[in-house]
C-alpha cells in the first residue's frame, strides 16, 4: 500500500516548486510504469533538458511521456527546458557533419571573396586623383 501523500493533495511548495514531504515511493512507481511503457520509435533515443525543482540541476536525460527523471537526485519533480533533442543514427549524424562542414566552407569562400571585391573597390577609389574643385576668385 502506498504511503499517503500530504493532506493538502500536493506534493510540491507552490513557491519554490520542492517536494514537500518524501516522494522516494513514488519516484519508484514511476520508473516501474516507465520501464513498462516504452516510447515508440520515433522517440526512442530522444532526449530533453530538464532543471530539476528539487536539486536545481540541469541536465539532459532520456524523454518520456509519463516523466523524466534527474540525473542527479533520482526526482521526477522536473522541468522541461527545451524542445527535444532527436537522436540520430551514426550513418546519418557523419553524414550531416560533413554537410554541415561544406556548407561553413562555402560561406567562408563566400566571404572571403566579398572581402577581396570590398578591398578591391577600395583600392581603385584611392588610386584616382582628387576632384578639382573650381577655384574662388
Same mark, same amino acid.
Given at each position: 500500500?502506498?504511503?499517503?501523500?500530504? =493532506?493538502?493533495?500536493?506534493?510540491?511548495?507552490?513557491?519554490?516548486?520542492?517536494?514537500?514531504?518524501?516522494?522516494?515511493?513514488?519516484? /519508484?512507481?514511476i520508473d /516501474?510504469?516507465?520501464?513498462l511503457s516504452?516510447? =515508440?520509435?520515433?522517440?526512442?533515443?530522444?532526449? #530533453? /533538458?530538464?532543471?530539476?525543482?528539487?536539486?536545481?540541476?540541469?541536465?539532459? #536525460?532520456?524523454?518520456? #511521456?509519463?516523466?523524466? /527523471?534527474?540525473?542527479?537526485?533520482?526526482?521526477?519533480?522536473?522541468?522541461?527546458?527545451?524542445?527535444?533533442?532527436?537522436?540520430?543514427?551514426?550513418?546519418?549524424?557523419?553524414?550531416?557533419?560533413?554537410?554541415? !562542414?561544406?556548407?561553413?566552407?562555402?560561406? !567562408?569562400?563566400?566571404?572571403?571573396?566579398?572581402?577581396?571585391?570590398?578591398?578591391?573597390?577600395?583600392?581603385?577609389?584611392?588610386?584616382?586623383?582628387?576632384?578639382?574643385?573650381?577655384?574662388?576668385?
Amino acid at each position: 500500500m502506498p504511503p499517503p501523500l500530504s =493532506p493538502c493533495r500536493a506534493y510540491r511548495c507552490p513557491l519554490c516548486m520542492h517536494s514537500a514531504c518524501s516522494m522516494e515511493y513514488h519516484w /519508484k512507481q514511476i520508473d /516501474k510504469e516507465i520501464s513498462l511503457s516504452p516510447m =515508440p520509435t520515433e522517440y526512442q533515443g530522444a532526449t #530533453v /533538458k530538464i532543471l530539476c525543482n528539487d536539486c536545481q540541476t540541469h541536465c539532459t #536525460v532520456p524523454f518520456h #511521456v509519463l516523466g523524466m /527523471k534527474c540525473t542527479g537526485c533520482g526526482s521526477y519533480n522536473t522541468a522541461q527546458d527545451g524542445g527535444l533533442i532527436q537522436q540520430q543514427q551514426g550513418g546519418e549524424q557523419q553524414q550531416q557533419g560533413e554537410e554541415q !562542414e561544406e556548407e561553413e566552407q562555402q560561406q !567562408e569562400e563566400e566571404e572571403e571573396e566579398q572581402q577581396q571585391e570590398e578591398e578591391e573597390q577600395e583600392d581603385i577609389e584611392t588610386d584616382r586623383e582628387p576632384e578639382q574643385l573650381p577655384t574662388p576668385y
